[in-house]
């Protein structure tokens, strides 16, 4: 099981619907994601209801990070899985009140393991956007290098945005 004496990472149940809702609709952190329009109860119950759970299938992963008490407190992601080079970005979420808590780093040091034995990941990637302190801290200490910066990789309300990719080689 992937968890530890701070938290644990499972996959996303139905109960999961109401913080996912919250985050996803959450206009903040758009620019860093593909989203530009709200998320319908019923569009998230539908991806929950549906969502196979095989990463090699669907070259993506979703898992809630769940306090010992049982409160889910945020996701993990692996996204744009590529198979042949043994790759996959991550993205990570915690909801406010619970963040500068080492949660975060807690999770990025467990995904980083389950991904290397048992989905046989090489290299796990980041792209934060350029000025985000607190995600560059946390890639930082969780042993990811910055290795380049994409200028204007992002459109946000606030204009285009460059990000830092981070890297880890597992």
């Known amino acids: 099981m992937l968890k530890s004496n701070k938290l644990k990472l499972r996959a996303v149940e139905p109960e999961d619907l109401d913080l996912m809702y919250l985050i996803e609709n959450d206009t903040e952190l758009w620019p860093c994601g593909q989203a530009s329009v709200p998320f319908s109860h019923y569009a998230l119950k539908q991806y929950i209801a549906e969502c196979s759970n095989d990463f090699f299938h669907d070259r993506q992963l979703r898992l809630v990070i769940e306090n010992p008490d049982g409160t889910s407190v945020g996701f993990v992601d692996l996204q744009n899985y590529e198979p042949l080079h043994h790759r996959a970005e991550v993205g990570i979420v915690v909801v406010p009140e619970k963040q500068r808590q080492g949660l975060a780093t807690e999770t990025l040091r467990l995904l980083a393991s389950y991904v290397s034995v048992h989905l ?14 607190a995600s560059e801290a946390l890639f930082k200490k969780c042993g990811y290098k910055e290795t380049a910066t994409l200028q204007d990789w992002l459109n946000s309300p606030k204009g285009w945005q460059s990000v830092v990719v981070f890297q880890q080689i597992l």
């Open 120 to 133: 046989g990941i090489h290299l796990l990637y980041a792209l934060v956007p350029k000025g985000n302190k």
